[in-house]
């Protein structure tokens, strides 16, 4: 398992973020031209409803967490292995609680939340039917679930965007501090499932009602589910 290979274990994953922390919303500016802010409040927007009790998962600096709370969620908690990226999240907002925790073992009762967003934190996941059991046993019957992850683009803008994130995101990061991350991006994109793929595997995990769009030309996809 390796950085290039886009598999690592989920302890380098954890040194690989907390590595990264200083650095991960620049790079996230970078690499999205600033419209990852609008692909998660587009998330948050599907599956968040006003006074609901949400859970945002691997929330690693905290966007997805106060998208959800613009979304209108009455309380939100952040959860994330990486205690540096825990660190820069909490000085973004006190209106969110920040937990450090592992997201195949999550410290919430059964039907804890009426909705969970995770954003670009499944993919890195080894145990990924594992998470989405257990992101669908914290939420309560009806809740629902919305996942943003990037995926390989398809269409006309498909060599722009391998250009960019197989190329120069991961040239970029050689220059930086724990740059090795911008080399696990591409590959672990290329080792993850389609969009179609997931969407099955969320359907196998026990959601209902799932279906997903694609987003930024085809490279990133949000997929939504609802709870048994």
């Known amino acids: 398992m390796s950085a290039a290979s886009g598999s690592l274990e989920p302890e380098a994953v954890r040194t690989m973020f907390d590595s990264i922390a200083p650095l991960y919303d620049r790079m996230n500016l ?23 009790y949400v859970l945002d998962a691997a929330c690693g600096t905290g966007d997805l967490a106060l998208a959800d709370l613009r979304a209108g969620a009455s309380r939100v908690v952040g959860v994330d292995f990486s205690k ?16 450090q925790g592992d997201l195949c073992r999550l410290p919430f009762p059964d039907g804890a939340f009426q909705a969970v967003t995770i954003g670009f ?27 943003l992850e990037i995926t390989r683009a398809r269409g006309p803008l498909a060599p722009f965007f391998r250009i960019w994130f197989e190329t120069l995101v991961p040239a970029a990061g050689r220059l930086l501090s724990g740059g090795s991350a911008y080399s696990y991006l591409p590959a672990s994109v290329r080792r993850f499932s389609t969009p179609a793929q997931l969407a099955g595997e969320i359907a196998q995990a026990g959601f209902g009602e799932v279906r997903y769009r694609l987003l930024a030309g085809g490279s990133m996809a949000l997929h939504v589910g609802v709870a048994a």
């Open 30 to 52: 970078l690499m999205t031209a600033g419209l990852d802010r609008r692909w998660r409040d587009a998330t948050a927007r599907r599956v968040v409803r006003p006074g609901d």
């Open 121 to 147: 934190g499944l993919r890195n996941v080894s145990d990924r039917a594992g998470a989405l059991r257990e992101l669908g046993r914290v939420l309560a019957p009806g809740g629902r679930l919305g996942i």
């Open 84 to 99: 540096r990226m825990l660190e820069l999240a909490e000085r973004k907002s006190s209106a969110v609680e920040w937990i």
